[in-house]
């Protein structure tokens, strides 16, 4: 046994021994063929170095054995010193991990079929065909499963006997192609006892992942990877790879746009320019079979932040996803901000100003507020004056958001009568970015207020879009509706269909949980009928004594017919404001709007239905905050904060009004109204600058400000202390992008053009969708500094690099754009990539699938664990350790004990043995039972006579046995003479108790 371990050799993942019936031999290499042998086992340590304690305590048992004080006899010595290093062995190989493998034939293969756009909807279906056809070859025991994959992977059908494709569930994302998760995926998800393999069927163009580092596991694993090559079938393809082009240019310098182009064949096409979204030029280009470039000189006079696209219109093309190409470049120049005014004609006072300090300032209206986050960048600072948070989509507001928080850019909102609050800026992206609040702590001087919410729950209020419906989102106004309150406000919801229900019943917002938990289980069904919701809501507040009372009415349909005007008529004469929103066209604008008119409300029209918290907000706050605050008052001015130095505010003049707000706790408020409201307060947001000035810049709230001195110096410091940092950085920034990673990589110098070394440097990044990433660029070698980041969503990503050392900080924006999924540029089969996938795991590349059931198939390696059964036989062996060393038993009476038992053990075995014959007749049973009575009272008399004690003589000093003197007949009857019967009373008593008792009654001590 000691051979054993002799042998063993490091093999797999563990130790391993080939165990040879009279022999051991070392397992055959894989790289030379096994040899016959009979009987071979293989035996696996899977902790081998518990083996190397095996000799040295083997010799210490066998030390302390021999110098035990024990006297044992030879044959017991022995069996101890052997029952002990048993045990000890197998303990041992417990400890390492015993293992015993054996090979089986049975395979268990998983198809991994490639359905990203590349394969398209014709090579797909081809693949799983293939798949299904070669399923019919499996033998019995075998296994197959389906995994389908793109940009993420997933299992289609599990491994079983049999397979079924004629529909697939599983949906991928199929923009990109990640052939090393469906890897990594089919090795997790193999069973044991089969031979494992991997059957790849894709045009190998990966574009996310590393498949060739994921097969090293597979090989590590043996488990072979076959593939089968889907070739590309497109017909004449042209396609934009991408566009080159300046990260920063200077004005008026000229510099090449280049793009690259790629066709499949000779053929003419024409590329057309775009800038900033407007056409700028075209040029007809000959393109040949591989790559061309196309150069374009272009000059930027405006400073700022520009995009380019270019569109290819090819003679002969398949795909039009892949025709389009985008890139960036930076103009540096005069600070240039986006001034967004609410009120048309009221641009010029502060455009004027800005002018004045040097500023140039793009003046919109709402509808000019850029739409993408590429177009945020040609400015350095965005102003909102009097906006209406209704003008602004969310989207727009979260590119705003982390235009400042991530990429430095500053924002001013200046007041008025819908801005702020009044504006419906509670709860936005926008007021996240302001040093203000939108909601105010409502002085116990304010009237009373008693809302009530109709809301229309009819079945066209369950359609909606991304996950929600319109009635989700109306709860969800209702619920900000209720937060907006005090607690010395009433508030109550009305829902109606066919007819009116109550939700919340008009009480005070004390509970604020509870009314949203109500107002929550509002469940969109049935018709549309308005009137009998208004005049409950009449019902309710007329009844109710709080001094401002409003209704807002919320539906999307045509209501059915009602005596509208006499509901209008009632509301008005219980004091009643009606405001009215309609969402959708098809809800009758008409009578909303008439409604809204009659009830001296207000009317809203959406087609968003993600408006709808807005403008409830909005309508809460105007009807139970008076936020509007129009008196004229002289603002109390801190003259020493950063922002206001320099400004003789000794002669300013009267402001005419603003909106009331609250101060975030890290904002400065250098300056208030009497009343302690914040008028102009700000602060850093992120890497951004943010201001609010809660009054007016026009002639309304400031006209007094107009003529003052000091209102082109006000406007210009404020304005420039939120402007991006724009000092030159002095260094460049280029951003790659390659298998769905984006690299960043940053060359820094300092003013003398050497290399600048141990720097701080960050990257902020924002995606297509305004989630940011912090980065920090770790320094790669002199003046180099990388990082990187995901970049798989299409569309444009912004970067901001920023650098910190003794001199202070400097940033430089850039950005880059996916124009297309890139299944969409790899036109050809990747015969390299899929030939080394099968080459480095020992696979082939096969033309059809079912060659991996039908030839060359491999047997598997299946290991047993064993260690448990020879712990337990090692724990059965200590107490037949103990009984050999403390029970003392000689062999006569081991053998005497043997014999005992063999009677009983053939009695036993005689019992289970079947009855040979049939039973006897009843005859036949009595003479049996005769015949087993008599031989039975003949042995009784045997044994009762050979207990008879033979008398013994001494002659000679010496015990002898004298022969039993002879009976006379008489005497011989006597002694047969069967005994009295017992009494019954003494049945049950022990014989030795029945002695004693006729012992005294023969004495006469104990009466019969």
Known sequence: MALLFLAAVPWYNGVSAVLTIGRLSRHPSPRRPARRERCVVPITFQHWPWLLLLPPLAAWLVGVHRRSLACLDPWRWRVALGVRLAGTMLLILALAGTTLVHWSDAQAVWFLVDHSDSMGPEHRRHALDQVTAAAKKMRPGDQAGVILFGADALIEAPLADALSLNQTASTPVTTYTDLARALRLALAAFPDRYARRIVLLSDGNENLGNALEEVALAAAQGVPVDVVPIEQ??????????????????????FELRVVASSQTAQEATLRLFRNHAYIG??????????????????????????????????????????????????????????????????????????????????????????NLAEFQSYDSIVFSNVSALHVSAEQMKMIQSNVRDLGQGFVMIGGDESFGAGGYYRTPIEELLPVDMDIIKPQEWPSTAVVCVIDKSGSMADGGMGFSKVDLAKEAAIATVEVLDEHDDFGVIAFDQAAKEVVSLQRVRNQK??????????????????????????????????????????????????????????????????????????????????????????YYTDDPWMLPRIFTKEAFLVAKSLIVEEPFVPRVDSSAEVLRGIDWSSRPPLLGYVATSPKALAAVPMRSPRGDPLFAYWRYGLGRTIAFTSDCKARWGAHWLTWPGYQRFWGQAIRWTLRRSARAHFQTHVEVEHGRGRIRVDALDEKGEFANFLEVRANVVRPDMVAQSLVLPQSGPGRYEGEFDATAIGTYMVNITRSDQSGTASQTTGFAISYPPEYQDLKTNHFLLTRLAERTGGRVLSDPADVFTKERRRARVPVEIWPALLLAALLLFPLDVAVRRVQMEPAEIRAWARTRAPWLRSRVARRKPEAVERPETMGRLLERKSRVATAQRKTQVEGEARVVSPRVLSGGAEQETAPPVESEPARSARQTPEPPVPEAEAHVRPTERLLRAKRRARGEDPP
């Open 514 to 603: 509870a009314i949203q938990d109500r107002i929550a289980s509002i469940v969109a069904d049935g018709g549309t009928s308005l009137y009998p919701a208004l005049m409950m809501a009449h019902e309710w507040l007329k009844k109710n004594n709080a001094r401002v009372k409003h209704c807002i009415v919320l539906t999307d349909g045509m209501s059915l017919p009602g005596d509208f005007k006499h509901a209008v008529q009632a509301l008005n004469a219980a004091g009643v404001t009606l405001s009215t929103v309609a969402v959708g066209q098809d809800a009758d604008l008409q009578l909303l709007e008439g409604l809204a008119r009659g009830g001296g409300g207000r009317f």
């Open 233 to 254: 079938t497109r017909g004449a393809e042209a396609l934009l790879e991408r566009m080159v082009l300046p990260n920063e240019v200077k004005i008026g310098e000229p």
């Open 282 to 371: 075209a040029q007809q280009v000959s393109l040949s079979p591989g790559k061309n470039v196309v150069v374009f000189v272009q000059n930027l006079e405006k400073p700022g932040f520009h995009t380019y696209e270019a569109r290819l219109e090819p003679r002969d093309d398949t795909l039009s996803e892949n025709n389009r190409a985008l890139g960036f470049s930076l103009v540096r120049g005069r600070p240039r901000v986006l001034y967004v005014e609410g009120d048309p004609g009221q641009e010029k006072y502060l455009a004027a100003a800005l002018r004045s300090q040097q500023i140039d300032a793009d003046v919109v209206n709402t509808t000019g507020i850029p739409r």
